[in-house]
């Protein structure tokens, strides 16, 4: 047979093999991509809380409704990653950036739930915060999205914008101790710092997220 003649189907079965890896990395990608959305909810009642837009008994029920989602859509994820043919990145690295968004959705949920306990009514601190954690879920979300549809533009850069919003976080959770050290030491400033830091902790989790994207990016360009 001439190879001109074999050239045809050879060219048919690589479309058709690229075709499928991008339906299966699609449909592994769903329930990740809808665990985030599930978080970044989770961040807007949050800061619902903090503005006093809504009550903590009404988050804290709506929260759960959140959180329960959220597990289910991760054990959904984890399923499905280990029983797919094909993993648009390195397994490991999905499961760990699933697991890190996990973590983001029960630091807010703590969040909210302490809020209630510590029965704290004051709202500057934190909304800086949070917006911040809106941005960072935001460009996670974009990365994900990537990551399902054209795993191939995945690059150090897609981590870039997360990794700016989880280093804001800190820097605003730094200033807004130093400001909350300049005040009398009440139960009232223990509290607060207690939800400081929470939120700070979804920083912390951010940027591990961001660096799984990160090292992703790198494997699969060596």
Request: aromatic share 4%; with cysteine; glycine share 4%.
């Amino acid at each position: 047979m001439s190879e001109d003649t074999t050239i045809g189907p050879v060219r048919r079965v690589r479309r058709a093999v690229r075709v499928l890896t991008q339906s299966e990395s699609q449909t592994l990608i769903a329930p990740l991509e809808r665990q985030l959305a599930e978080t970044i909810a989770a961040c807007a009642l949050a800061r619902e809380v903090a503005e006093g837009e809504r009550t903590p008994a009404e988050a804290h029920e709506r929260m759960a409704e959140i959180e329960h989602r959220g597990d289910l859509l991760r054990g959904q994820f984890v399923a499905k990653l280990t029983g797919v043919l094909v993993a648009p990145i390195d397994r490991e690295d999905l499961f760990r950036l699933s697991r890190s968004i996990d973590d983001v959705l029960d630091n807010l949920r703590d969040f909210v739930r302490e809020w209630a306990l510590f029965d704290v009514a004051t709202k500057d601190p934190y909304v800086g915060l949070l917006d911040a954690t809106s941005l960072g879920l935001e460009a996670l979300h974009a990365a994900v999205v990537t990551i399902g549809s054209d795993p191939k533009k995945l690059t150090s850069r897609t981590a870039l914008e997360t990794k700016k919003a989880a280093n804001e976080i800190r820097r605003s959770y730094d200033e807004e101790l130093a400001k909350l050290f300049q005040r009398k030491l009440s139960m009232k400033v223990i509290k607060i710092r207690e939800l400081l830091r929470r939120l700070d902790v979804v920083g912390l989790r951010l940027n591990e997220a961001a660096d799984v994207l990160a090292d992703a990016a790198v494997k699969r360009r060596a």
